[in-house]
């Protein structure tokens, strides 16, 4: 029955949904934490565009994809840095801007849309030893650049504003956060397809959510997630025949229900129980005669706890708490 496993395009369709598994919950997390959960269909209507323009010069899709796709992520959180347009109105300019454009050069080099069904939906068995080359790389810097930054990011995606009064690049990582997800779309192309990608980026992190509490443990729990259900979803939609890239999101779409009913019984805890530990109270942290505390970055370390950053100052750990630092 797994004799196809042992094909050569079979081992690299397994391969190529390994590394989307793994690059999509890894930025998916961030882009969930944003509340920009349909931004990878946004992306993904830009890629068609380097798809179609790729069919128009005769260049290799994958690289023109990637990079149409940044530029055209850049061009949104542009934008939406200046003002110029809110993050809804980003979007949409992505979604019918990206998908037009994509037709209307496909159609340019004589192809018409039947050319970019297997980017539409996805295609694992047409994937090549370059694609897997050009995906590995994409997937590293991407899945590199998101556990690297980890605490950067998270507080920034908590609180835009506070990070930025506490002298993080704000700018900056918001610009590292949207390539990485332009690049999480075009490895995914050849996986689920444009069609079907936000869902690689979000169902298995809101699997993972239910499952786990802690920023850093759900993060680490999605992107075993993903991995599980992209390269499970390759096996079984090569034995029952089926779409790959559907099959792939049916079964993370599975594991969220699963989740959601495992998460639902260990919450159903009852209020009096005496097992439950107290809550303890906040200790706000004593004055400090020195400016680290005002969280100058360069004297101050960030460090993820839990769900929230803390910062490092005279040994102790700092949490931010409304006007004030509690001490832990």
Not at 162 to 176: C, E, F, I, K
Not at 280 to 292: F, G, L, N, Q
């Amino acid at each position: 029955m797994f004799e196809i496993l042992s094909h050569p395009f079979m081992q690299r369709a397994l391969i190529a949904a390994a590394l989307s598994g793994l690059l999509a919950p890894a930025v998916g997390m961030y882009i969930v934490q944003r509340r920009l959960s349909l931004l990878g269909d946004g992306l993904g209507h830009v890629a068609i565009v380097g798809i179609g323009l790729a069919l128009l010069t005769g260049a290799a899709p994958l690289p023109v994809a990637a990079a149409v796709c940044i530029l055209g992520a850049l061009t949104v959180e542009w934008l939406r840095q200046s003002g110029k347009a809110s993050s809804d109105t980003g979007l949409a300019i992505l979604f019918y801007g990206g998908l037009a454009g994509g037709i209307l050069l496909a159609g340019l080099a004589g192809r018409g849309t039947a050319a970019l069904s297997q980017y539409l939906f996805g295609s694992l068995l047409t994937v090549t030893p370059t694609d897997i080359w050009l995906l590995g790389v994409l997937t590293a810097f991407g899945v590199g650049i998101s556990l690297a930054l980890a605490p950067q990011f998270f507080s920034v995606c908590a609180d835009e504003g506070y990070a930025r009064t506490q002298g993080l690049p704000v700018g900056l990582l918001n610009t590292l956060m949207i390539v990485s997800a332009a690049l999480t779309v075009t490895v995914s192309l050849r996986t689920v397809g444009v069609l079907l990608v936000s869902a690689l980026m979000v169902v298995p992190v809101a699997a993972a959510s239910n499952l786990l509490t802690g920023f850093r443990a759900t993060l680490s729990g999605a992107i075993v997630l993903g991995l599980l259900v992209s390269t499970s979803g390759t096996v079984v939609s090569a034995l029952a025949d089926t779409p790959s890239g559907a099959t792939i999101v049916v079964l993370a779409i599975a594991v969220f229900l699963l989740s959601s009913l495992i998460g639902r019984r260990r919450r159903r805890v009852p209020l009096s129980d005496p097992e439950l530990p107290t809550l303890h109270a906040h200790i706000p942290a004593e004055p400090h005669a020195d400016a680290a505390l005002a969280m100058d970055t360069e004297a101050v370390a960030a460090v993820l706890h839990g769900d929230h950053v803390d910062y490092l100052h005279g040994g102790h750990r700092h949490a931010p708490h409304g006007d004030h630092f509690d001490e832990h």
